[in-house]
Structures are given as C-alpha cells and as structure tokens.
C-alpha cells in the first residue's frame, strides 16, 4: 500500500546494559508522511512571530503617572513659557513644569496601556501547516546542520530510538544513551554555550542564555524519560500529541535537532494523516500538497522525458562582428564582389604596362639620337615630302613653281 | 531515487526522497549557522560560509555542502602534516554519521595532488570543483608547513621545514 512506497527509518536500539530488558535486534519503521510535507520557511517564520506573541504579559505605565499634580498654566504676560506650572510654594517643586511629556516629573507621552492587543490570532490550518513543515525541515540534515545542531555523527535522520528508552529513570542513564546515539556532541555545544546575556534582559530576569540541544519526542503519556533528560542543559522534551512549534522551529528557523521514540513516530501517522487520509486526531485534516511534488529540478530537466523534446543546445554563438571597410581591406571586398580581384589583378597590370611603356618612350626621347637615326629620321622627312607633292599634285598648278623647290 | 515496486513481504530501506539541494540552498542561502558577513569594502557585503564541507568556503550554491548531495572536503587532519580528503556518498544523504568517505593522506605533495584530482574529476564526481579541490590542498599543504616550521620572521627568510 502506501507504506510500501515508503522509505525505512532504522530504530537505534539501546545497548542491553542500560536497560534490563533485552533490546530488540534493529528494527525499522516506515517514514511518516508528515516528514515528506512542503517545507515552508516562510509559514513557519509568520506563524512563529505571532504565536510567540501569545505568552507575553502586557506592560504599561501606571495610569495615573504624571498627572497627580494640580497644575494650571499661567498664561501669558509673566515671561514664562505657557506650559501648566504646579501651583503653591514654599518648595522646589513650586512652579514647575507638569503634565506634558517634554516636562520633567510629566506623563510620557502615549502612555503605554494593558488593553494593548497582545495576543495574536492565527489560522488553525497555518499553524499546522507550520508544524507539518517544521517536522519535515527536522528530517533533513542538511537544514539540521544550517541551523547549527551538532549532527554529523548521528547514524541516522531521522533519529528513531526504541521505545526502552521512554523508560529511563535516571539522568545518568539518559546522558549514556544521547552519547550512544551521537547526539551528545549537541547537548554538550548547548552546555558550554552557555552564558550571560548581553544587554538589559540581565537585570530584568533573563539573566543566562545558551543554545537549543535536541528535542526529544515521546509516544507514551506520563513517560518516565521525561524527568530523566529534563534536567540535562539544552535538551526538551515533548509529547508527540503536543508538539509546539516554538519548540520545533526555535526563532523562526526550521530545522531543530529531533530525537524520536519509536512509538512516538508511529503515532505521528494516526495524528497528522497523509496526503490522502485525514489525520485521526485532527478532524479533516489532510497534509498540505505541495506546488511541485517532485521539486527537483536539475532531475527533471534531465529527465529523459523533457530531454527527448528539447532542442539541441545552441554551442556556436554568433556575435556580432566589427564591420570593415571594402574600399579599404581586399578580403572583405572579395567576400562581396569575388570579380573585385581579376578586375584589380588587371588594372594592376595595365598601370604597369603603361607606366612601362611611359619610361621607354621618355627614356628614348631623353636619349641623344643617334647619327644613322638622325640620317634616317631626316631620310623620312624628305620622302614624306616628296610623296605629299606628288600626292596633291602642286606640280600642275603654276604659282608653286616658285617656292616648289624640290622638283623631280 | 528510482523507488522500486516492493515484492511482498520484503521490504528494504532505500534512501531518503531528500528535498532537492536547489530548495535547500533557497532556504539556507540568507540564513545559516556558517554564514560569515564580513569584509566587505566598510560594509559587510561579502558572504562567506564555515562549513567544512566548503572548498572556497563562499557561500554560494555551487561550493554549498549543505545543498549538494555531492560534496568534496579537503582539510588538516590531526596528524602532522596529513590531510583528510574526504568525499559525501550521494546515497546516504540522511545518515550523517556514514557520509564521508574519508581518506587521510600524507604523501609528497605532487602525489596528493594526483590523488586529489583523481577523485574529484577522474570519476566525474564533481569535475567543477577540481580546480578549487586542488587550490585548497595546496593552501592546506602550504599551512601545515608553516605550522611545522614556525611563522616567518622577517619577510625574507626562506621557508624551511625544520625537522
């Protein structure tokens, strides 16, 4: 059924010698849901505040503080300030100042007063709530350790021990049996914490402080152990059927060392119920669901079932890259235009034809000519000339004849 | 955890269903016995944590070793110049007693290196913590050698270890 699902919590037994009766081999109990509850830290912390206001006894001024003197202002005119003076004379305490809080021997001002709401109102279900939590954080070493409790050589959390020891008589006995079950590194940090306050609350009946040791839950009423750890600093006791949250989660913090009786933690079943079944004790009452069930997240996301619809992962990022100029930088220009290289490959050849071919002709021109050029260059011109008379016939017209010096 | 289906009468203990570690770091991260505020630049800003199971004891999800089922430790043990490594188990998270395994080592300090990083990264326990695994050895390491041989003097004498 539902117990099978369950995981098993070990029950410490006692060693033999502390106990006539002869211990039981180890035994197991199936793990409560209550421990499986939501943990809510802040439920706790609200519920905490409030309920920790309800053991407080109210304060307040004596009503008639500063207002036992028949003062009466003098008014104006007598360079005074207008404040109402004590009347009559012959002492100190003629004309002074009364009545107002600025005023030495006045009342205060608002005096504080009994009818103050003191006590605060809360939720049934938020109290249970808190207390379903608070057990559940007491579970978990993790939080067990954050709040400060001496738990790393407990065998087991949560703690479970047969139920002989709810028939401890003696301290002694009792102190043996937290050594055993390694829970008395605890009561002894809560031991040697302790200390005089700091502050006020010295003179005003809080004289000492020290730390919290462990909780140590019972099932069976009238239990003997309860005079047996009382008396050992640091430790409390509780009755499962009366488990008080200022004890299971002391400031506001979850997460108190816990120390079961085994028939305490079956009880916690029939008091607390399931997320199913009501709780026997409390009537209606069903552990408070959580948001998520499984609240796991890194399982989930890599639970096959989200995994196999999940996109790849995005490995090559592209960022934005720094723009460069084509007309400056070749590569970039050829990333767009691929014909950009031919066409400077050619234009890079053609400059250096012509530059080429400018220097030959310069170099020629800069060059003394020599005498077969020059006489055949000369040859040239007097041909041409001739084949240009010829050409446009000025031999037939009559009036060259006179400068026409050349003649055939 | 994978809860197999009980056959019968047989039922056997399997682990914890733990609240995941990214609930308890949400509930642990303002708010613990370890947590250190201080020096931060005049106001107390940084957060640093004592746990043990802390590499660079910074409070912080990834180096917790109250939210994480797999933790690495790296500490002084009692014996002079020994260091205890010492790992979590991830099946026993709710028996604190049988968490740790612990290792004591006291060999020259290349060879504890290698075993260090074997552990931490070689068998993909936490290969994100192998730098800081091997960053607090070396810090150990070179404390216990100071230990040994005495604080500094002046500010140039060698560090010899006296035997």
Redesign the interface.
């Known amino acids: 059924m539902a117990a099978?699902?369950r995981?098993?919590?070990?029950v410490q037994p006692l060693p033999a010698s502390l106990n006539d009766m002869a211990t039981d081999h180890v035994t197991?109990v199936a793990?409560p849901d209550v421990m499986?509850a939501s943990?809510r830290?802040d439920i706790v912390n609200f519920v905490h505040t409030n309920i920790s206001k309800n053991s407080r006894q109210p304060y307040a001024v004596s009503k008639k503080a500063g207002h036992q003197t028949s003062a009466e202002s003098w008014g104006t005119g007598r360079a005074v300030s207008r404040i109402p003076r004590v009347s009559g004379g012959g002492t100190h305490r003629a004309g002074q100042g009364a009545f107002g809080n600025m005023c030495r021997g006045g009342r205060m001002f608002a005096p504080t007063k009994t009818w103050r709401r003191w006590h605060r109102k809360v939720n049934v279900n938020q109290k249970r709530y808190a207390v379903v939590s608070a057990i559940a954080a007491s579970?978990?070493?993790?939080?067990v350790?954050?709040?400060?409790h001496r738990?790393?050589?407990?065998?087991?959390?949560?703690l479970v021990i047969s139920d002989s020891a709810e028939s401890i008589e003696k301290t002694s006995t009792a102190i043996k049996v937290l050594k055993e079950i390694?829970a008395y590194p605890d009561a002894e940090k809560a031991k040697d914490s302790h200390a005089i306050r700091p502050g006020k609350g010295k003179m005003r009946n809080r004289r000492y402080i020290s730390r919290k040791g462990p909780l140590i839950v019972y099932g069976t009423e009238g239990a003997k152990m309860v005079k047996a750890f009382r008396n050992i600093p640091g430790v409390e006791v509780a009755n499962v059927e009366r488990l008080n949250l200022l004890k299971l989660a002391p400031g506001g913090?979850?997460g108190r060392f816990v120390i079961w009786t085994k028939s305490a933690i079956e009880k916690l079943d029939s008091i607390y119920g399931s997320f199913e079944k009501c709780s026997e004790k409390k009537k209606g009452y069903v552990l408070p669901r959580s948001k998520m069930v499984n609240?796991?997240?890194?399982?989930i996301i890599n639970s096959d079932e989200v995994q196999s619809v999940v996109k790849p992962i995005k490995k090559e990022m592209k960022r934005a890259s720094l723009k460069k100029n084509p007309l400056k930088n070749l590569n970039v220009m050829l990333k767009l235009n691929p014909y950009a290289k031919t066409a400077r490959r050619m234009a890079l050849l053609a400059e250096a034809e012509r530059v080429k071919s400018k220097k030959e002709k310069l170099d020629k021109k800069r060059k003394p000519v020599s005498k077969e050029e020059l006489a055949a260059a000369k040859a040239a011109g007097k041909a041409w000339y001739k084949t240009m008379i010829s050409d446009s016939d000025y031999t037939e017209f009559d009036n060259f004849t006179k400068w026409l010096g050349v003649s055939q | 955890m994978i809860?197999r289906?009980?056959r019968g009468k047989k039922?056997?203990?399997?682990?914890?269903?733990?609240?995941?570690?990214?609930?308890?770091w949400e509930?642990?991260k303002k708010?613990?016995?370890?947590l250190v505020k201080q020096f931060g630049r005049g106001t107390a800003s940084l957060r640093f944590s004592k746990?043990s199971n802390n590499l660079y004891n910074l409070n912080s999800y990834k180096h917790s070793g109250?939210?994480n089922k797999k933790t690495v430790t790296i500490q002084a043990a009692d014996k002079d110049q020994a260091v205890v490594l010492a790992t979590s188990k991830t099946k026993k998270?709710?028996?604190?007693?049988?968490?740790y395994h612990k290792s004591v080592m006291k060999k020259e300090f290349r060879r504890m290196a290698k075993a260090v990083e074997n552990q931490v990264e070689g068998n993909y326990y936490r290969p994100d913590l192998k730098k800081a695994a091997l960053a607090r050895l070396s810090a150990v390491h070179r404390s216990l050698k100071v230990a040994k041989s005495g604080v500094k003097k002046s500010k140039r004498q060698a560090l010899k270890i006296r035997v």
């Open positions: 099978a699902a995981p098993l919590v070990s197991t793990l499986k943990i830290p579970s978990i070493p993790s939080l350790m954050a709040r400060g738990v790393e050589s407990v065998p087991e959390m949560p390694g913090h979850l609240a796991d997240l890194a399982r | 809860k289906p009980s039922k056997r203990g399997f682990g914890m269903a733990t609240v995941p570690g990214q609930l308890i509930m642990v708010n613990n016995c370890f746990e109250l939210a998270q709710n028996k604190p007693a049988s968490l």
